[in-house]
Structure formats: structure tokens, C-alpha cells
């Protein structure tokens, strides 16, 4: 069983909708990710924030906006998003920021831009 | 920026047989090495791990092997069953924790 859950599993909008993904975990983690996956692709980095503050921005489009609410909530804010978006989104998690911390995903949320 | 390589990117096995997976990576300051297995339609799941400041480690019937001085590291699976078919994909993380992913193995087991 997945220890991070994200929410929807499954999401389809139009290019002018507004949506938000959702993540969260329960294990004490301070360090929470987004990654974009294509079919048959690894996943890319996207955001990381470390103690619920912005880490690293990956040089994401504004059309993607993360937010940190609390240590154990992740969300991505979607807005004018394009075809070439539709990906599986997953969300990670680990311990810190130190190297020997290992990331755990989430099943992601697999969005389809129509 | 790291860059990480993988080969084979498929690899087909009889049941019983060994698979062995193979990265390498730029970034001589990586000192992480996690796997992960993907299966279809599902979440990338850490298999096993190395750090840079060991040569190998063993979990039953899979072992990792890095080569700092080469920068290459490796998956083995011994004894393959169908259950190990999916996807796998090295990475090797430097500072600041970003995660760099090879391209992914596919992995079929045929029984």
C-alpha cells in the first residue's frame, strides 16, 4: 500500500479549466516533489519544497502552480493548460533533503488535456 | 546537470535466468543510487538502494553494484520470474536531492 495518496486518480479537462492535483502523506516527511511522467518516459522533476518552502523550480510553465499548505499536504494548481501537458503526475516524498533519504511516490494522477 | 544513461532499454529473459541492467552517470559529486520498478499503470517503486561509499548490496534475489571511479552502476536480478516484467529505471541523485532518472529498462520474463 501506497503511503502517499494522491488525488484524482484520473482527470480530464479542457484547456481553459482550472484544476488542482492533490498529495499527501503521513510519514513525518519535510521534503515533497511533483514529477511529470510521459508514457514509456522517465519522470521529470518539476518542483521540490523542502520544509514546506520552494526548492527547486525546474523552470515549470506558470501554466503549473505547486503550494505547500502544511508539512503533509502538496498541491499543484492547473490553469490554461495545453495537449502536450497530458502526462501522469506523481507526487514524492521523503524524509529530508539529505542524500541518503530515498524518495517514495504516489499511484499519480493521470491528466488528459482535451 | 547529471545525465544518466541506461541500456538495454528492453531486455527479454527466460524465467529462471539472470538480468542485468547498467547506468552510467556524469556528475562525479551523485552519491545516490536508487532503482525503481514501474510497472503498467503504476507508481515507480523503490527496489533497492546504494550509496557512494559502497560497492554493493545484496536485498534475496537482487543486488546492485557502483563503480565510482567509473561511474557506472548496476541492477542484477537472479532466479528472473514473471512478476519481475515492468519497467526499470536507475537514478542518480547529486546535491539539493533532484533525482536524475535513466531512460527505463523493460524487462520480459517469459515462463
Known amino acids: 500500500d501506497t503511503e502517499v495518496t494522491q488525488t484524482p486518480k484520473h482527470l480530464v479537462m479542457g484547456m481553459t479549466n482550472k484544476k488542482s492535483l492533490k498529495c499527501e502523506q503521513h510519514?513525518?516527511?519535510?521534503?515533497m516533489y511533483w514529477y511529470k511522467q510521459k508514457a514509456k518516459k522517465p519522470p521529470e522533476l518539476m518542483f521540490v519544497y523542502s520544509y514546506e518552502k520552494l526548492s527547486i523550480n525546474e523552470s515549470v510553465p506558470s501554466r503549473f502552480s505547486p503550494e505547500c499548505p502544511n508539512s503533509s499536504l502538496l498541491n499543484l494548481h492547473l490553469h490554461a493548460l495545453q495537449p502536450e501537458d497530458s502526462a501522469l503526475y506523481l507526487c514524492?516524498?521523503?524524509?529530508?533533503?539529505?542524500?541518503?533519504?530515498?524518495?517514495?511516490f504516489g499511484d499519480g494522477t493521470r491528466l488528459s488535456i482535451l | 546537470g547529471e545525465n544518466v544513461e541506461q541500456h538495454p532499454s528492453t531486455l527479454s529473459v527466460q524465467e529462471g535466468d539472470s538480468a542485468v541492467i547498467k547506468c552510467t552517470y556524469s556528475d562525479s559529486a551523485s552519491n545516490y543510487f536508487p532503482w525503481y520498478k514501474q510497472e503498467l499503470g503504476k507508481r515507480p517503486q523503490l527496489i533497492i538502494d546504494i550509496r557512494s561509499n559502497v560497492g554493493e548490496k545484496k536485498d534475496q534475489r537482487i543486488a546492485v553494484t557502483l563503480n565510482k571511479t567509473a561511474k557506472h552502476f548496476s541492477l542484477h536480478i537472479t532466479e528472473t520470474q514473471p512478476e519481475d516484467s515492468a519497467v526499470y529505471f536507475c537514478?542518480?541523485?547529486?546535491?539539493?536531492?533532484?533525482?536524475?532518472f535513466g531512460g527505463g529498462t523493460r524487462v520480459l520474463v517469459k515462463p
Open positions: 514524492a516524498s521523503s524524509q529530508g533533503m539529505k542524500s541518503n533519504q530515498p524518495q517514495h
Open positions: 537514478a542518480a541523485r547529486a546535491a539539493g536531492n533532484k533525482l536524475t
Open positions: 510519514m513525518g516527511h519535510r521534503a
